[in-house]
């Protein structure tokens, strides 16, 4: 009999040694190894530990930080769906509800032959497309019932994934609306023959030039970025490239990483040549999976036509390559530090900053980390040149920006426009009519009402990451709240107790609420929790995670106060009924064993 | 000072063990005699909660006793403060919380090796348990939090004298803790 040992060695040897025994691959290399089971045995892990010399304890802790990691059995099939609010609206939760029953079992739960389980996961970037669901890490859109009865009975029938009808997987692009980057006919190398003329210098100049701001939602200017760390002392640079596009609502990277993948490799490439950095990382999310293959391809077409490698289009001592790291369901590793600590094979926790990536990033060395658009836009800000590139868009807000339109409009999904664009223009591009309000750069961001659909996209007036999730006037902005304080619940990475225990908090007063148990105290805990959460949270998550909240109680206040049970505290739950166990268990039903509602 | 003002303790679902911190304070209890007395509380054996300034409860919500006990003090008290772990989350008793509580009564009055003729007790003087062990927020109105399992008597000190002093109550370093 083979050991038990022998038998993980067979399928890990070949992992680790790709991944060359580092255990900065680690998040990687668990990922890998959990592709062979559907989840990561407890022999694989002691077989890791020793290969590559790190706890046991270790090795748990991160694959028990990331969503899509399992150390204990999932099913052979393992269905989760996508649970943003977009996907609720386009009617996902009776299609889970169907599904389960259909299967016989418990969202949640894996049946008992160890076939299947159904849960829910966090947005997973086909909002346009919905509702969405990933299959073992597959990305499937457009579920219908019909849809979800044939997945059921395909995973009845034990039949592989690669058998499935190759519709279920196929992503639409949706471009409704093309600007510069979009409609750029740039061949692959284009930009950079033109950077080598330029030189480091230079292209840092044009970037600062050009207004450049990043795309990921901050805006800090690309070019001082840059600058920053080509100055910064290190041993080795690098470029990191955040394709972690979790923000609910948000799908413009996944488009760009469809259509433009050689200009992000290609701004990718500009960076390098810019500060010096010879390693390059493409950290995409783990929901995207299906886009590993292609874009591999992509990268070694680049390294055919020496446009990666050494001495790029022919300079000597222009080496750069580039790797892609698969992140594993964790929306935390959007923020830039949190991704650092990932791309390093660690629990995706954010660090102190300062210092900034900038100088102290990817192993602790100097590292320029931007959002695809980004990458691509200075790519195109390089080509046009600064001036032309400054021409479009505001004086604070030059080039165009990729917005990802979701929800309540009959043509959702991407427009570039300008910068300076109002919200009502995008609305009428997209045909929406009746607006209630749309959410501008996901949960994080702001909730727009009527009154300010003149508000321009743009750093100056409503910056935005993207995302542009519409609801007419059938929605309650109440629920639409709830989901995305559900979100930041889920998604906290627990490292601070402000947004661990907060989050938590906010989740449970806002449930009160909808289960008719809400009073005007519990608005004011909002109010409360939101000063803790802002004032004491490590990162941005925690700051953010009461926005849905405010913003929603200061425009659609009534969408709470008509849930409100009274103006005075009543309990959160059903107190009598909470004794109803008790009576059928004791056959009691005197006086003793109920509880009136205190003043009734 | 002419009047003493009233405080009023219990403990609900809890061990008891704040209260045992609280006399932690030790000889400075003498000077909280001074400016306090006490109503209803294990000090006094008091039965039933008259109109207070302070009241102080550690345990979360188990039962339907302890409903009406919190009622009773929210009803009497000005300021009604939860102490303990167990108050303010629910704490050890809570962790029955993911078990039902039908296979709970079933597991220690009939199945339990050695019970022969067993029945879960039924007398209508016992209080029925809820299905769940709730925080005391999640019943009634709570204005303040002591939170530690216990909080230290220096904590519950510095909370109560600066609630008499009328300052709002603020533990400093050192004295906040969670364990």
């Given amino acids: 009999m083979v050991s038990d040992s022998g038998l993980h060695a067979t399928y890990l040897g070949p992992i680790l040694e790709r991944h060359g025994y580092a255990a900065t691959s680690l998040l990687q290399i668990l990922r890998?190894?959990?592709?062979?089971?559907?989840?990561?045995?407890?022999?694989?892990?002691?077989?890791?530990?020793?290969?590559?010399?790190?706890?046991?304890?270790?090795?748990?802790?991160?694959?028990?930080?990331?969503?899509?990691?399992?150390?204990?059995?999932?099913?052979?099939?393992?269905?989760?769906?996508?649970?943003?609010?977009?996907?609720?609206?386009?009617?996902?939760q009776p299609l889970l509800e169907e599904m389960c029953r259909q299967l016989w079992l418990q969202q949640g739960k894996v049946s008992e032959d160890g076939l299947v389980s159904i849960n829910t996961t966090s947005c997973t970037g086909m909002c346009d497309q919905g509702p969405a669901?990933?299959?073992?890490?597959?990305?499937?859109?457009?579920?219908?019932?019909?849809?979800?009865?044939?997945?059921?009975q395909l995973i009845r029938n034990r039949t592989p994934l690669s058998d499935w009808p190759s519709d279920f997987f196929a992503v639409d692009d949706n471009i409704r609306r093309s600007g510069p980057l979009l409609g750029n006919t740039l061949a692959p190398g284009a930009v950079l023959s033109t950077a080598l003329t330029l030189g480091s210098e230079n292209i840092i100049e044009e970037i600062k030039q050009s207004g450049l701001r990043g795309r990921g939602g901050a805006g800090f200017p690309a070019g001082l970025k840059w600058e920053a760390c080509r100055n910064a002392p290190g041993e080795a640079r690098h470029v990191v490239c955040?394709?972690?596009?979790?923000?609910?609502?948000?799908?413009?990277?996944?488009?760009?990483?469809?259509?433009?993948?050689?200009?992000?490799?290609?701004?990718?490439?500009?960076?390098?040549?810019?500060?010096?950095?010879?390693?390059?990382?493409?950290?995409?999310?783990?929901e995207y999976r299906y886009l590993l293959e292609p874009l591999q391809?992509?990268?070694?077409?680049?390294?055919?036509?020496?446009?990666?490698?050494k001495n790029i289009l022919g300079q000597p001592g222009f080496d750069f390559d580039i790797v892609i790291h698969l992140g594993a369901g964790a929306y935390i590793c959007g923020e830039e530090s949190a991704l650092i600590e990932s791309l390093e094979g660690k629990r995706g926790v954010p660090r102190n900053r300062p210092p900034f990536p900038v100088t102290h990033g990817y192993l602790q060395q100097p590292t320029a980390l931007d959002n695809v658009e980004t990458f691509c836009a200075a790519a195109l800000a390089i080509h046009m040149g600064a001036e032309k590139y400054r021409a479009i868009g505001t004086p604070k807000s030059s080039g165009s920006k990729l917005i990802s339109v979701s929800g309540d409009c009959p043509r959702p999904g991407i427009y570039e426009y300008p910068f300076g664009v109002s919200v009502r223009e995008v609305l009428a591009d997209c045909g929406a009519v009746n607006t209630r309000a749309v959410q501008v750069s996901g949960p994080s961001g702001v909730c727009v009402a009527a009154s300010e659909f003149d508000h321009r996209l743009g750093f100056e007036d409503l910056p935005t990451a993207g995302a542009f999730m519409v609801f007419d006037d059938s929605r309650d902005l109440f629920e639409v709240a709830r989901n995305f304080v559900h979100f930041f619940a889920h998604e906290s990475c627990g490292f601070c107790t402000p947004c661990r225990v907060g989050t938590a908090l906010l989740k449970q007063t806002m449930d009160k609420i909808a289960a008719g148990h809400g009073t005007q105290y519990d608005l004011h805990e909002i109010e409360n929790l939101?000063?803790?959460?802002?004032?004491?949270?490590?990162?941005?998550?925690?700051?953010?995670?009461?926005?849905?909240?405010?913003?929603?109680?200061?425009?659609?206040?009534?969408?709470?106060?008509?849930?409100?049970?009274?103006?005075?505290?009543?309990?959160?739950?059903?107190?009598?009924?909470?004794?109803?166990?008790?009576?059928?268990?004791?056959?009691?039903?005197?006086?003793?064993?109920?509880?009136?509602?205190?003043?009734? | 000072m002419s009047?003493?003002?009233?405080?009023?303790?219990?403990?609900?679902?809890?061990?008891?063990?704040?209260?045992?911190?609280?006399?932690?304070?030790?000889?400075?209890?003498?000077?909280?005699?001074?400016?306090?007395?006490?109503?209803?509380?294990?000090?006094?054996?008091?039965?039933?909660?008259g109109r207070c300034y302070i009241g102080l409860i550690e345990g979360g919500v188990c039962n339907a006793e302890n409903v009406h006990v919190l009622r009773e003090f929210r009803k009497n008290c000005k300021i009604l403060i939860a102490i303990g772990s167990c108050a303010i989350t629910g704490g050890l008793p809570a962790q029955r919380n993911h078990l039902d509580l039908g296979s709970c009564l079933t597991e220690v009055y009939l199945t339990e090796p050695g019970l022969a003729h067993g029945y879960i007790p039924n007398?209508?003087?016992?209080?029925?348990?809820?299905?769940?062990?709730?925080?005391?927020?999640?019943?009634?109105?709570?204005?303040?939090?002591?939170?530690?399992?216990?909080?230290?008597?220096?904590a519950i000190w510095k909370f109560v004298t600066d609630l008499i002093a009328g300052k709002t109550p603020e533990l400093g370093h050192g004295l906040i803790k969670y364990d």
């Fill in chain 1, 133 to 152: 669901m990933l299959v073992n890490g597959r990305a499937i859109t457009r579920l219908t019932q019909q849809r979800v009865q044939e997945i059921g």
């Fill in chain 1, 32 to 92: 890998e190894a959990q592709e062979h089971y559907g989840y990561i045995h407890p022999s694989a892990i002691s077989y890791i530990s020793v290969k590559l010399g790190i706890p046991r304890a270790r090795i748990e802790g991160v694959a028990g930080f990331y969503s899509f990691l399992h150390l204990r059995p999932h099913g052979e099939y393992r269905v989760l769906f996508s649970d943003n609010i977009t996907d609720r609206m386009l009617g996902s």
């Fill in chain 1, 242 to 286: 955040n394709a972690d596009e979790g923000e609910p609502g948000t799908f413009k990277d996944r488009v760009l990483l469809t259509r433009q993948a050689d200009l992000v490799f290609e701004g990718m490439t500009l960076c390098a040549l810019a500060v010096g950095a010879q390693h390059g990382y493409l950290y995409l999310r783990g």
């Fill in chain 2, 123 to 154: 007398d209508p003087e016992l209080p029925l348990p809820l299905d769940k062990v709730h925080p005391l927020h999640e019943v009634v109105k709570i204005d303040y939090f002591i939170p530690g399992c216990p909080p230290s008597g220096d």
């Fill in chain 1, 530 to 600: 939101d000063q803790v959460l802002q004032t004491s949270s490590h990162c941005g998550l925690g700051r953010t995670a009461c926005n849905p909240v405010l913003h929603t109680l200061r425009h659609f206040r009534p969408a709470y106060e008509s849930r409100l049970k009274s103006l005075e505290f009543k309990p959160a739950f059903d107190l009598d009924g909470a004794l109803a166990r008790a009576r059928q268990m004791t056959g009691r039903d005197d006086a003793g064993a109920h509880l009136k509602t205190e003043g009734a």
């Fill in chain 1, 297 to 309: 391809a992509a990268l070694q077409r680049r390294r055919e036509n020496k446009l990666l490698g």
């Fill in chain 2, 3 to 49: 009047k003493k003002l009233r405080v009023a303790t219990t403990s609900l679902a809890g061990c008891f063990g704040c209260h045992m911190s609280a006399l932690d304070i030790d000889e400075r209890l003498f000077t909280l005699l001074n400016l306090i007395e006490f109503d209803r509380s294990p000090l006094t054996d008091i039965k039933h909660c």
